[in-house]
T-cell receptor, first 116, second 115 residues
């Protein structure tokens, strides 16, 4: 069974500092995709960054980067230079192949609070 | 195109009533997903469509739930004989193509409250 684990229910970070949000996953597949989504208080899920299981380089997207450790099955999100607008829920997700297509499953999320 | 749209944004109903939600995906997206999200949790997969074909239903989806995508465009999710445990945010998402690289584009959701 697939599983995504986010062990940090809440995190605080000072504005302009960096923060790391943890995510581990469980899969027996060799080919899969890992995603992070942001959900602000407005409720809409916003795609942030993607890492493929075969990608050798850690993904980066502006202030977002991933610390992908395949052997440990972890994909931690690093947000650099935190801004007040980064305060939101962050979800780690995995999309993998199964009979009939692809399915994306989500972790329970981490709520990030950015302090001024 | 302005993205995935869902209607209504909020729905309050009495226990035992039927409700129907609508989702309009991004026009060129052939895949459409329904998720349910309760407070403080991540989205839980309910079902998905490739064009008009419903390819999978989660075990979370009881017989009271039904989803359709009749022409491969918009989709509806109906809940019959609603229960208080059905109270949640119902999210619709769409994506293009078959690649595992494809991210999901979400709507703003329908918040259901069953009294």
């Amino acid at each position: 069974a697939q599983k995504i684990t986010q062990t940090q229910p809440g995190m605080f970070v000072q504005e302009k500092e960096a923060v790391t949000l943890d995510c581990t996953y469980d899969t027996s597949d060799q080919s899969y995709g890992l995603f992070w989504y942001k959900q602000p208080s407005s409720g809409e899920m916003i795609f942030l960054i993607y890492q493929g299981s075969y990608d050798e380089q850690n993904a980066t997207e502006g202030r977002y980067s991933l610390n992908f450790q395949k052997a440990r099955k972890s994909t931690n999100l690093v947000i650099s230079a935190s801004q007040l607008g980064d305060s939101a829920m962050y979800f780690c997700a995995m999309r993998e192949d199964y009979t009939g297509g692809f399915k994306t499953i989500f972790g329970a999320g981490t709520r990030l609070f950015v302090k001024a | 195109d302005t993205g995935v749209s869902q209607d209504p944004r909020h729905k309050i109903t009495k226990r035992g009533q039927n409700v129907t939600f609508r989702c309009d995906p991004i026009s060129e997206h052939n895949r459409l997903y329904w998720y349910r999200q309760t407070l403080g949790q991540g989205p839980e997969f309910l079902t998905y469509f490739q064009n008009e074909a419903q390819l999978e239903k989660s075990r979370l989806l009881s017989d009271r739930f039904s989803a359709e995508r009749p022409k491969g465009s918009f989709s509806t999710l109906e809940i019959q004989r609603t229960e208080q445990g059905d109270s949640a945010m119902y999210l619709c998402a769409s994506s293009l193509g078959e690649s595992r690289m494809k991210e999901l584009f979400f709507g703003s959701g329908t918040q259901l409250s069953v009294l």
